[in-house]
């Protein structure tokens, strides 16, 4: 079975542009977490998304934003871009929005913003 | 705030020898602990996780001790091998949904 999948792997922009990142979870998994991983440091929760509705945020500005689809896909949004949303962006997906719940991490996106 | 430390950023063993990771974590409601190996290049693998109605549980050559009292967690990996180099993080579930809350890592060197 395939695992969670996460697209593009590589994405470079320039300041003040948006961006779209794509997210798979595993086949039965409905819900889907987003994180922001910086070079150095573990990842920061962004959102997390459960049949469709938004069950957690995490402490990131309005700029980012996502949403799921009905097939429990998920992207993220990222509007007016910094420098300092470079990073590596993961997606985990996991049975329910339950924390209990063992998430599973795609490898990631790699934004660089120039 | 929210955080969970690692008291050691870096680790170096000697391949075959056993290596031990800790963590310390701030919030005492939290009830699940995950420990995360992710190696360069790739997000976070799951090695074993541990409820709080537990102080113990052992997987394959790695082992979880939870100590709620001090609020430390640590992983200890037996006869460690080259493959098990990688950056190690401690994560804990908030009581929030979902939400993780992991550590800065530690980076574990295996040296043959």
């Known amino acids: 079975d395939a695992g969670v999948t996460q697209s593009p792997t590589h994405l470079i922009k320039t300041r003040g542009q948006q961006v779209t990142l794509r997210c798979s979870p595993i086949?039965?998994?409905?819900?889907v977490s987003w994180y922001q991983q910086v070079l150095g440091q573990g990842p920061q929760f962004i959102f997390q998304y459960y049949e469709k509705e938004e069950r957690g945020r995490g402490n990131f500005p309005d700029r980012f934003s996502a949403r799921q689809f009905p097939n429990y896909s998920s992207e993220l949004n990222v509007n007016a871009l910094l420098l300092g949303d470079s990073a590596l962006y993961l997606c985990?997906?996991?049975?329910?929005?339950?924390?209990?719940?063992?998430?599973?991490f795609g490898p990631g996106t790699r934004l660089t913003v120039l | 705030g929210e955080s969970v430390g690692l008291h050691l950023p870096t680790l170096s063993v000697q391949e075959g020898d056993n290596s031990i990771i800790n963590c310390a974590y701030s919030n005492s409601a939290s009830d699940y602990f995950i420990w995360y190996k992710q190696e360069s290049g790739k997000g976070p693998q799951f090695i074993i996780d541990?409820?709080?109605?537990?102080d113990k549980r052992q997987g394959q050559r790695v082992t979880v001790l939870l100590n709620k009292t001090v609020k430390h967690l640590s992983l200890q990996i037996a006869a460690t091998q080259p493959g098990d180099s990688a950056v190690y993080f401690c994560?804990?579930?908030?009581?929030?949904?979902?939400?993780?809350?992991f550590g800065q890592g530690t980076e574990l060197s295996v040296k043959p």
């Open positions: 541990i409820r709080s109605n537990m």
């Open positions: 985990a997906s996991s049975l329910t929005y339950l924390g209990n719940n063992e998430q599973f």
């Open positions: 086949s039965g998994h409905k819900s």
């Open positions: 994560a804990e579930n908030s009581n929030q949904g979902g939400k993780l809350i």
